[in-house]
């Protein structure tokens, strides 16, 4: 698996919760600030997004300066996963974005991908499973897509913060935290941690010991899930689990490997030590 730019995964089993966008102003270093929504239930009385401290720096990942989001979690809840999202601020003039893009530029994003890009927000984003007391570094950001390559904070100023967290110990649910008005919104849709299919190719696989799993999907002739919170260690296991089962392996390496089941079946597995999280992905013979 690639860096996601997008919360897509765990915030893609969740509705989409609309928010309006708000007007503000902010820095690339803070935390979420004030105080959360009241609410009749236990779960948001005491969930408090104020206490991700977050920041946003310009840091040297794989030879290049680029922005990374790193942030601590204190808020009592395992979280799934963490995008900051950053507006272009009003003032913002074509100088400025000319300047910020520079360094896209010159790695070579054309006319046409700066024209579609120029006038978008930044977005920094964790899909790395970390419970509460815990801390991550260096998540990617990015601008329409492309990795923020280069410093966007001159011309962007914090938005909105959206989190998907546990609301219980197989429970998530997702939360929105407006950095301007410092106000947090509850979304009411809640969703099994884990989605593991009963169907007949998936019973051929062994069950991740994960506490977060999520099926991209799954069809007669082919499924697909990420799991979240895998070690590397983890990851071998579940190899040679899959080889108690009946598959036998085709080809490893040290972040993947391939294998073929009994009845033709192809499976291939991924680690994304970033993420720390492992894909599978399993088709039925053709």
Known sequence: MTMKTMMRGVVACLAAASMAALAGCGSGTGNAGGDSAKSTTAAVKKLDLSKIEYSVESTPIDGKRQLAMSYTNDTGFAIASVQVAYRQKSDVTEEQKTAAFAELRKGGMDDDGYSSSKDLPLKCTS????????????????????????DFLPIMEPDVMTVVYFKSANKIGQATYD????????????????????????RTLPKPKSKLVIDNYAHKTAVSYDAYGIS????????????EKGFTEDSSYDTSAYLNGESGSRLSLNYDADEQSMSIQLTAKQ
Do not use: H, M, P
């Open 179 to 202: 950095l301007v008005n410092r106000k947090t919104t509850i979304d009411s849709e809640v969703k099994d941690a884990v989605n593991w299919k009963d169907d007949a190719l998936t």
């Open 127 to 150: 899909d790395r499973l970390v419970e509460s007391g815990g801390t991550v570094e260096n998540q990617g950001c990015d601008v329409g897509g492309w990795k923020a390559v280069g």
């Open 232 to 243: 590397r260690d983890q990851f071998k296991q579940y190899i040679e689990a899959c080889k």
